[in-house]
């Protein structure tokens, strides 16, 4: 095991025990500051794949970003501490069959890709530099897009979130 | 061999050291003698009352809901501001036209009052003036 292995091992860990917690834990507020460190282990592991701009990217949004946002949206909630989770087993056969189908799916898709091993770690280059040549030449339309579907997001989430303005004004006036 | 990341990465593991360095040293030094009352939140010598896990304000969730938006522009921005010297003029018009299509948004937004802080509106009690004394005998006497 090389040193990159260990770094490997060491985001994977992070990233695995940070999601079980998540998934376990009764308290909602610890689930949110938990995703916290999954989504970490996750950029650690884009820098091992040499992906860099995802992984800042990564931190950028969904550290920076989404977590902000995932924890708004727990403080929001009426009931933080107490809240009842109800955790119980239903619909066993069917969901046990479409794990092991979704599982098979994937074991498959494992053994028979023919992965295109690289046995030297290659030296790691910036992807920003390229990323951005293709945005602004090959892939210019669908960055204009990109921008377009940013706008309709803006919209839309600032519209559904808005409070109501007439419902506000309806508060009995003293 | 140490790449870029290699010492974000150092950086990350002596950050780690530090913070668990100095609790660790504090709880090594410190006197373990507890009471319930250390327990308790600090608040100015007041008894604090309640959880401190209270309900935020929905407004909050729309200005985080508008960075968020933002957040990622942002990201879009950096590979060209990487290759912006190189194509010149050319990139410098596309993003414009990609900042001038948010810029709509941020126009919405703004126009639709989603920026404005709505402060809550305060009650101010009004005393009805009360007349002085003799200007209302002398309206009684009139009248």
Redesign the interface.
Known sequence: MNFYDT?FYFFAFVTLVSAAIVVFSKNI?YSAFSLLFTFFGVAGIY?LLNA??I???QL??YV???L??LL??V????K??SVEMKTGTLQTIPASIIVAMTAGALCGVFYMTDWKIVRSVPQ?T?T??S???M???TY?LP??V???V??V???G??MI???DRAI?NLKPK? | ML???GR??IFLIIGAIFVAGGLITAWLVRPHRWYPGKLTSYECGEEPVG?S?V??N?????V??????F??????L???????Q??GL??FI?MM???A??L???A??WG?G?LDW?KPTP?IPVIKKQKPVEQAYAEEVTV
């Not at chain 2, 985080?64 to 938006?69: D, R, S, T, V």
């Open positions: 770094i507020i820098v860099d701009f992984a800042v990217a950028l949004i920076g970003g989404i902000v946002l708004f949206g403080m929001l909630t009426n933080v501490v790691m910036t920003a530099n990323l951005g040549e945005f602004m030449t210019l960055f204009e990109a921008s377009v940013l706008l997001a803006l919209v989430a600032a979130a808005r409070r506000q003293i | 790449t870029e990341f974000v990465f959880d896990w309900r935020f929905i407004r909050f969730y729309v985080a809901l508008i960075f968020l938006i957040d990622v522009e942002i990201v879009f950096f590979p060209w501001a990487v290759v912006y190189k194509l050319y990139a596309e036209i990609f900042l299509i948010l709509v948004g941020y919405y937004v639709k989603d709505d009650h």
